[in-house]
């Protein structure tokens, strides 16, 4: 299981009582290399304890179908193929429970892409989980990956906070690029990283990766 990356704080529920004045979300996405089997969901939940976090974007659940369940203390919401197909991908949101009344609706767009919507008295929060396509695989799937991101952006309100995270399987290297990619990445950009940031660019996200 790799560490939970993309850690950020989003100010969201703000309170008239001074304690509780900036109370904010904690969010990070994790690539989980598969949920399916025994023990990891609960080793998930620990970390997440453990970290103080109230989302997780989850990648590569490898879990079946689109469904949620109820632990002690979250929720899991994941969108994977369906019986006839490999356990294979898989994504999903683990959710703190004080958080359920607040889920507007979740699109269980494939087992690469999920929505989730939270509404918030400052507005909705739109959050999309993504896992890409690795290497190996073909330009086409690649494509119908990206087409189905444009989809539920274009239909989600730009009022709306958009928050989107996970495994993009792509390297955008360390040269800054129109206010949309910085100059602390690794390694050099290969040709999904230049697509990250065409997509970037096409929809107007400024500071994306």
Request: charged content about 30%; aromatic content about 8%.
């Amino acid at each position: 299981m790799r560490k939970a990356t993309g850690n950020h704080l989003i100010n969201v529920f703000p309170s008239k009582s001074p304690s509780n004045k900036n109370k904010k979300l904690a969010v990070a996405t994790w690539n989980v290399r598969s949920l399916a089997m025994p023990g990891k969901l609960e080793n998930l939940e620990k970390e997440k304890k453990r970290l103080n976090l109230d989302i997780i974007g989850i990648s590569e659940t490898n879990m079946i179908g689109n469904d949620e369940r109820e632990t002690e203390e979250n929720y899991l919401f994941y969108s994977g193929p369906d019986a006839n197909h490999p356990k294979r991908n898989g994504v999903g949101f683990l959710i703190s429970k004080h958080l359920k009344g607040h889920v507007n609706c979740i699109i269980p767009k494939s087992d690469r892409v999920i929505f989730m919507q939270l509404k918030t008295k400052k507005g909705n929060i739109n959050f999309i989980q993504v896992y890409a396509p690795t290497a190996e695989k073909d330009d086409e799937e690649v494509e119908k990956f990206y087409e189905e991101i444009k989809v539920l952006l274009k239909n989600a309100s730009k009022e709306d906070c958009l928050v989107v995270l996970g495994d993009f399987n792509a390297k955008v290297g360390n040269e800054e690029v129109n206010n949309v990619a910085g100059k602390y990445g690794l390694c050099q950009r290969n040709m999904r990283g230049s697509k990250l940031i065409d997509f970037c660019i096409e929809f107007g996200r400024r500071n994306c990766v």
